[in-house]
């Protein structure tokens, strides 16, 4: 699961909104928020990461050999 903040989403609503994936069973969800730069991953039964960009994201066991290489974001 992907979520790119947009400038008008509200952060909280967006931190919420991944925890209920979470709770539905999704494995691994991205928030990407370019605004503040930086990566949170979630992971199930896990606690959120967060990482700075640049950050490269692994799909580790949910989506084998997928990698996404993020690069800070120019204003």
């Not at 400038?7 to 999704?26: C, F, I, N, P, W």
């Not at 691994?28 to 605004?35: D, E, S, Y």
Request: hydrophobic share 40%.
């Amino acid at each position: 699961m992907l979520e790119l903040r947009s400038r008008t989403d509200d952060l909280a609503t967006l931190q919420v909104k991944m925890q209920e994936y979470m709770d539905s069973g999704v494995r691994l969800g991205w928030l990407i928020n370019p605004q503040d730069q930086p990566v949170e991953i979630y992971r199930l039964g896990q606690a959120k990461e967060v990482s700075s960009l640049p950050a490269e994201l692994s799909g580790e066991t949910v989506l084998p050999g997928f990698e996404l290489v993020l690069e800070p974001f120019a204003e």
